[in-house]
């Protein structure tokens, strides 16, 4: 149960509370903002995060769906019904929160559909299936992010043609950005970019970012990113202003020889990447 109980602890502190990070950007950007009314508008969004931290309660009424990332160390090994006991973990999690009611019932063709309607407790939301990553060591991480509907409208993933230049596929993706950022509304967004061989791979490399990015570590093209998004004078809630992205994060996997690149790119709203870690020492795995 120890497992369980990390687990849940996980979905609830992902999904009530800004990481050291996000709480930095926002200050920062309080500061740096010269529109009065978006500045007071970034007021009210560090002030809503304290407040659910307080109370435990949601960033966001769109609670969103839970993924699962896990770094399994080469040396550990995985005790008995371990992914059984995440998915246990995320259930009381959602249930504790509460998480939103968005699990639709019925068959493939009606879950479509959405004709047989939704099932009333959190606890039916199920995660996708868990990604798993390797690491040195003997410990595990587990990394629950939680993925609202606003940015996966405003997500794409797409072909690329790089033309041997790496400007040429960051020009196309902040193409997408500056026409999907404008129609998101939950601006100070955070774009978070992969890009690798495969859409899958694209797509895993992307919630990598989201799941190992940091605010306060930009590297020199994450932060042309921002700026050059930032100077759109879209602004927070699109209402204008200079404090259009909170920072950028970029994931480059392998590439194939090719011509083209696959790129997912994902607008992350005000409220993310949503996030929490546990961290699962030997004594555990035994």
Not at 18 to 47: C, G, M, P, S
Not at 118 to 139: C, F, N, R, T, W
Not at 258 to 280: D, F, H, M, Q, W
């Amino acid at each position: 149960m120890v497992l369980v109980d990390l687990i849940k602890k996980a979905v609830i502190e992902a999904s009530t509370t800004f990481r050291n990070d996000q709480l930095d950007a926002y200050r920062h950007a309080i500061e740096n903002e010269t529109n009065n009314n978006a500045k007071w508008v970034l007021e009210l969004l560090l002030e809503n995060a304290k407040i659910a931290k307080t109370n435990k309660i949601p960033l966001c009424d769109d609670t969103g769906i839970p993924h699962v990332l896990i770094e399994v160390g080469n040396e550990s090994q995985l005790p008995i019904n371990f992914f059984q006991d995440i998915n246990k973990g995320i259930a009381k999690g959602l249930s504790a929160l509460p998480a939103r009611p968005m699990a639709v019932k019925g068959n493939s063709i009606e879950r479509i559909e959405q004709s047989k309607g939704l099932y009333s407790k959190p606890d039916k939301l199920v995660a996708p299936s868990i990604m798993a990553d390797s690491m040195e060591g003997k410990e595990v991480n587990i990394h629950i992010l939680m993925l609202g509907g606003g940015p996966e409208i405003r997500a794409h993933t797409y072909k690329v043609f790089h033309k041997r230049d790496h400007r040429k596929v960051f020009e196309e993706v902040l193409t997408w950005l500056r026409s999907e950022i404008t129609m998101l509304g939950c601006t100070p967004c955070i774009p978070t970019i992969g890009i690798g061989r495969t859409h899958f791979e694209a797509t895993s490399l992307m919630l990598k970012a989201m799941a190992y990015g940091n605010l306060n570590n930009q590297s020199e093209l994450e932060n042309i990113l921002t700026k050059t998004l930032n100077n759109t004078n879209t602004g927070v809630l699109g209402i204008g202003g200079s404090i259009t992205a909170l920072g950028s994060f970029v994931n480059i996997g392998p590439q194939r020889a090719s011509g083209v690149r696959i790129t997912c790119t994902r607008p992350c709203c005000c409220v993310e990447p949503r996030k929490a870690s546990v961290n699962l020492p030997s004594k555990y795995l035994e």
